[in-house]
């Protein structure tokens, strides 16, 4: 199970990464942007490992950067994602301005902001994700297309002050069950990388090659 969660984990992760090579219709249209993903799975089965290497992996792959920004999104404040307020004397308006989440990617302009721990977090820091995971807006900054979001969480009734995720929080990712096999295990303790052997690199021009047909084919599952 884990070896299929981390190709379809690895592929979201990429969804935004070539979206220059698209036209403005396309991007336009929902093509090359990148899909929210909130990995669950118990404590302890290397998700946060999993998701670090993954990043590693494709800036291997494409010898460019792609950093992994890491945070528990219990240790939060929403301000942290919402920006802070401060004034601005010249426009006699107030200005939301992020803090420290962000940052390394907002230089590199492609990566992943990681947010581990989700469902410890505060509901605060839970509506203030909202607009975060699903338009990658901090404070009044967009981020680019290329860099990913992603979450990890605990179930609900073994994460430390665990609660459920709300549905607006729900409904803006998509799911991945996360569970470790005994296959994987062995492998990491031999020496391997286990799960993380799964990643999968897309080429520069999936997106032409399969994003229609692809999107063709959940319409005609739908219409049925």
């Not at 950093?67 to 307020?85: H, K, N, R, V």
Request: hydrophobic share 40%; with cysteine.
């Amino acid at each position: 199970m884990s070896g299929e969660t981390t190709k379809l984990l690895s592929i979201a992760m990429q969804m935004g990464l070539h979206c220059e090579t698209l036209e403005k219709q396309q991007v336009d249209s929902g093509f090359g942007r990148p899909i929210p993903v909130l990995v669950i799975g118990p404590p302890g089965v290397a998700k946060t490992e999993v998701i670090n290497h993954i990043a590693r992996s494709i800036a291997e792959a494409t010898k460019k950067p792609f950093p992994c920004e890491t945070y528990s999104a219990a240790q939060l404040c929403a301000e942290d994602l919402s920006g802070l307020p401060v004034p601005d004397l010249a426009t006699g308006t107030t200005r939301l301005l992020p803090l420290h989440v962000g940052k390394e990617v907002l230089e590199t302009q492609r990566g992943v902001v990681f947010l581990d721990e989700l469902t410890s977090s505060s509901p605060s820091v839970g509506a203030a994700c909202l607009t975060f995971i699903q338009s990658g807006i901090l404070g009044e900054t967009k981020i680019s297309n290329a860099v990913a979001r992603v979450a990890a969480a605990n179930p609900s009734d073994m994460a430390a002050s665990g609660r459920d995720l709300s549905a607006p929080e729900s409904n803006r990712f998509l799911h991945l069950t996360w569970e470790l096999s005994h296959r994987d295990f062995f492998d990491w303790m031999l020496g391997g990388v286990g799960a993380a052997k799964d990643v999968v690199i897309l080429e520069p021009d999936w997106e032409q090659k399969f994003g229609m047909m692809s999107r063709s084919v959940v319409v005609s599952y739908l219409k049925k």
